[in-house]
């Protein structure tokens, strides 16, 4: 079992609509969940971090924690088209504590159709 | 502006000569390092851990002679890929987190390609 799993994709939204990301990990001890969304050929850039249970909203982006079952997921309201990327759920490594050690999950690619 | 910045962008070398790829921190001392291996349509791979001052620490699988980590200051960690081949040809990916661990920074990456 892969320690960060995402469906690889693609997820294809109209414009406007509400894109929703899954992820799951694997390790219990894992405190820290990122979004990184990345542009083909470029670095990841951060989208959203979360570390306790339940929502935290940003602007169109939500994510969302639920430790108990294991699972993180984001939500992008009114997608638009220059939301197409590919979307990496990573978890902070098992046993690193805060230093930053993150497992990233495959990605999930998001198209949004005009 | 970046925070983490990586040179080169882009390089091509020769099969069986070495390339090196810088990973500076802009302005703040990072105490640790990250390098990540990306192959097309994959993700991350986490390569190996660097840390100021004392020897890098690699991922399983991960061939330490042949990608030499050095952190020799607090804003600057090297990754020299030795004996390149063609399979190495990827994009190379450094973060770098200061003393609290709390924020993480991605450099821009580096591409290399091995001919």
């Known amino acids: 079992q892969k320690e960060v799993e995402q469906n690889s994709g693609p997820l294809s939204v109209p414009e406007g609509a509400i894109a929703s990301l899954n992820c799951t990990y694997s390790d219990r001890v894992s405190q820290s969940f990122f979004w990184y969304r990345q542009y083909s050929g470029k670095s990841p850039e951060l989208i959203m971090s979360?570390?306790?249970?339940g929502d935290k909203e940003d602007g169109r982006f939500t994510a969302q924690l639920n430790k108990a079952s294991q699972y993180v997921s984001l939500l992008i309201r009114d997608s638009q088209p220059s939301d197409s990327a590919t979307y990496l759920c990573a978890v902070n490594s098992p046993g690193s504590g805060n230093t930053g050690k993150l497992i990233f999950g495959q990605g999930t690619t998001l198209q949004v159709k005009p | 502006g970046a925070v983490v910045s990586q040179h080169p962008s882009r390089v091509i070398c020769k099969s069986g000569t070495s390339v090196k790829i810088e990973c500076r921190s802009l302005d703040f001392q990072a105490t640790t390092m990250f390098w990540y291996r990306q192959f097309p349509k994959q993700s991350l791979m986490l390569m190996a851990t660097s840390n100021e001052g004392s020897k890098a620490t690699y991922e399983q699988g991960v061939e330490k002679d042949k990608f030499l980590i050095n952190h020799a200051s607090l804003t600057l960690s090297t990754l020299t890929v030795t004996s390149a081949h063609p399979e190495d040809s990827s994009f190379y990916i450094c973060?770098?987190?200061?003393?609290?661990?709390?924020?993480?920074?991605f450099g821009e990456g580096s591409w290399l390609t091995v001919v």
């Open positions: 973060s770098a987190t200061g003393a609290s661990g709390n924020t993480i920074y």
């Open positions: 979360i570390y306790s249970n």
